[in-house]
């Protein structure tokens, strides 16, 4: 194997390495902003069971 072939099989290795720890970063983020998407959704549903039992409490009282 030529050292010009061994130089360019080194950089591909390189550059995917690197590719690959960005997409590791990528993902850690991601993990990260889905867990917060999923608490700030349990927090909007849980209000809003709250909200509909109040509107179901002033109903019932009403009839």
């Known amino acids: 194997?030529?050292?010009e072939l061994?130089?360019?099989l080194e950089q591909k290795?390189?550059?995917t390495v690197?590719?690959?720890e960005l997409m590791k970063l990528?993902?850690?983020e991601l993990r990260r902003e889905n867990a917060?998407?999923?608490q700030e959704?349990?927090?909007w549903e849980r209000r809003l069971?709250?909200?509909l039992s109040k509107f179901e409490e002033s109903t019932t009282e009403s009839a």
């Open 18 to 20: 690197e590719a690959l």
């Open 36 to 38: 917060e998407y999923k």
């Open 6 to 8: 061994f130089n360019q």
């Open 13 to 15: 290795v390189t550059d």
């Open 49 to 51: 069971q709250g909200v």
């Open 41 to 43: 959704r349990e927090e």
């Open 1 to 3: 194997m030529s050292l």
């Open 26 to 28: 990528e993902n850690e």
